[in-house]
């Protein structure tokens, strides 16, 4: 075992130091070595010993018994030093010394919560734009004390405990200074202010829970999803704080016939084999009402016809997207006698189908779409 060193001599003092001489050695000592300042080898292993020879030599019934016996008179004595926590231990110290010190701010104005709000809309609601009232359950400031919290015609207090500052100063000495610890009052919890006849709608928190009704624009065009703002409709602010905002998110509904595609407004269209193959003029719906549309002769299933201005207004722009028919050809299924022995002899005139030249099917739909 190494043997240990004077600990007069690892503090740097006389044996007739006073106690303001040890203190002071320790101060600049300490600090010199502490690992958060000091990333030298060594540097832990000095700090260690410096501290273990202040907690000697500074009390008077260790420095007397190490005065008379060396470092055999204090073995043993109290915990001793041996696995000594340096940072636990130092912190104790440290702590003593610097009373813990921390700061805290008076509490200054907070903007109140966001409330969101999920809205179900029809399609046509969606693609013409709409009106809507909201029944909104949000927090403001009581109708009685308007946000103060004491009883009408009363007013808070300055609280005693903090003197209005919503902090509370305390003042400690140690051997590194005089040092002050500055927290937030816990009275008062950083007002400055406390409530001693409290308002008796609200409790003396100064706020109550309301249901308003909330009108918001809904536009043209707006799509699953969207998002509307409704600023300063949210729960009040505290402490003087602007409100939060309202933020409604639309469900829109699928509709029977149509189906969305961008601002593009898409439509099945049913026809018979007659229809298809010697053309026909037809009605169809539309989001403005019926339309016609010319079937040539010839239509093969699949085919596609672009409507123009019939679809979905645009959301940032002027004007609107398309309305998309695509044809399908229906195959019957339930032929009377009649029926079955004309399709015979067309079949015997037509002869056998031929594979078709154009794009098909699916390119067809790609070329609808600007594929």
């Given at each position: 075992?190494?043997?240990?060193?004077?600990?007069?001599?690892?503090?740097?003092?006389?044996?007739?130091?006073?106690?303001?001489?040890?203190?002071?050695?320790?101060?600049?000592?300490?600090?010199?070595?502490?690992?958060?300042?000091?990333?030298?080898?060594?540097?832990?292993?000095?700090?260690?010993?410096?501290?273990?020879?202040?907690?000697?030599?500074?009390?008077?019934?260790?420095?007397?018994?190490?005065?008379?016996?060396?470092?055999?008179?204090?073995?043993?004595?109290?915990?001793?030093?041996?696995?000594?926590?340096?940072?636990?231990?130092?912190?104790?110290?440290?702590?003593?010394?610097?009373?813990?010190?921390?700061?805290?701010?008076?509490?200054?104005?907070?903007?109140?919560?966001?409330?969101?709000?999920?809205?179900?809309?029809?399609?046509?609601?969606?693609?013409?734009?709409?009106?809507?009232?909201?029944?909104?359950?949000?927090?403001?400031?009581?109708?009685?004390?308007?946000?103060?919290?004491?009883?009408?015609?009363?007013?808070?207090?300055?609280?005693?405990?903090?003197?209005?500052?919503?902090?509370?100063?305390?003042?400690?000495?140690?051997?590194?200074?005089?040092?002050?610890?500055?927290?937030?009052?816990?009275?008062?919890?950083?007002?400055?202010?406390?409530?001693?006849?409290?308002?008796?709608?609200?409790?003396?928190?100064?706020?109550?829970?309301?249901?308003r009704s909330v009108t918001v624009e809904v536009p043209a065009g707006v799509e699953y999803g969207s998002q509307i703002r409704r600023?300063?409709?949210?729960?009040?602010?505290?402490?003087?704080?602007?409100?939060?905002?309202?933020?409604?998110?639309?469900?829109?509904?699928?509709?029977?016939?149509?189906?969305?595609?961008?601002?593009?407004?898409?439509?099945?269209?049913?026809?018979?084999?007659?229809?298809?193959?010697?053309?026909?003029?037809?009605?169809?719906?539309?989001?403005?009402?019926?339309?016609?549309?010319?079937?040539?002769?010839?239509?093969?299933?699949?085919?596609?016809?672009?409507?123009?201005?019939?679809?979905?207004?645009?959301?940032?722009?002027?004007?609107?997207?398309?309305?998309?028919?695509?044809?399908?050809?229906?195959?019957?299924?339930?032929?009377?006698?009649?029926?079955?022995?004309?399709?015979?002899?067309?079949?015997?005139?037509?002869?056998?189908?031929?594979?078709?030249?154009?794009?098909?099917?699916?390119?067809?739909?790609?070329?609808?779409?600007?594929?």
């Amino acid at each position: 075992m190494a043997t240990k060193r004077d600990y007069y001599e690892v503090l740097g003092i006389d044996r007739g130091a006073s106690e303001e001489d040890i203190k002071r050695a320790f101060r600049k000592l300490a600090f010199k070595y502490h690992p958060d300042h000091n990333r030298e080898d060594g540097a832990e292993e000095k700090f260690k010993e410096i501290n273990e020879a202040y907690e000697v030599i500074s009390d008077p019934d260790k420095r007397a018994k190490y005065d008379r016996f060396g470092h055999a008179g204090i073995e043993g004595f109290g915990r001793g030093f041996e696995g000594f926590d340096i940072f636990g231990g130092f912190g104790d110290i440290f702590d003593t010394f610097f009373g813990g010190a921390t700061t805290a701010t008076r509490r200054g104005p907070q903007r109140g919560s966001d409330i969101r709000y999920g809205l179900k809309i029809s399609f046509e609601e969606a693609v013409f734009g709409c009106e809507k009232e909201l029944e909104v359950s949000r927090i403001e400031n009581c109708s009685m004390c308007h946000g103060i919290g004491s009883r009408p015609g009363t007013q808070p207090t300055r609280c005693p405990n903090c003197n209005g500052t919503g902090q509370v100063r305390r003042t400690q000495q140690s051997i590194f200074g005089r040092f002050v610890n500055v927290t937030t009052c816990e009275r008062c919890h950083g007002d400055g202010r406390v409530i001693t006849d409290p308002c008796p709608q609200c409790h003396g928190t100064g706020k109550e829970r309301k249901t308003r009704s909330v009108t918001v624009e809904v536009p043209a065009g707006v799509e699953y999803g969207s998002q509307i703002r409704r600023s300063g409709e949210g729960d009040a602010g505290v402490w003087g704080g602007s409100p939060g905002n309202l933020y409604v998110t639309l469900q829109v509904e699928e509709h029977e016939l149509f189906t969305r595609s961008g601002d593009d407004i898409l439509y099945d269209l049913p026809i018979n084999f007659a229809q298809a193959a010697l053309g026909d003029e037809v009605e169809f719906p539309t989001l403005d009402g019926d339309a016609t549309l010319k079937i040539p002769p010839g239509t093969q299933s699949g085919r596609i016809f672009r409507i123009k201005g019939r679809g979905v207004p645009h959301l940032k722009r002027g004007g609107r997207g398309d309305q998309v028919v695509m044809v399908h050809v229906l195959t019957p299924q339930n032929l009377n006698e009649g029926q079955r022995r004309l399709f015979k002899e067309l079949a015997g005139s037509l002869g056998k189908a031929e594979m078709p030249k154009d794009k098909g099917f699916f390119g067809r739909i790609k070329d609808a779409f600007g594929g």
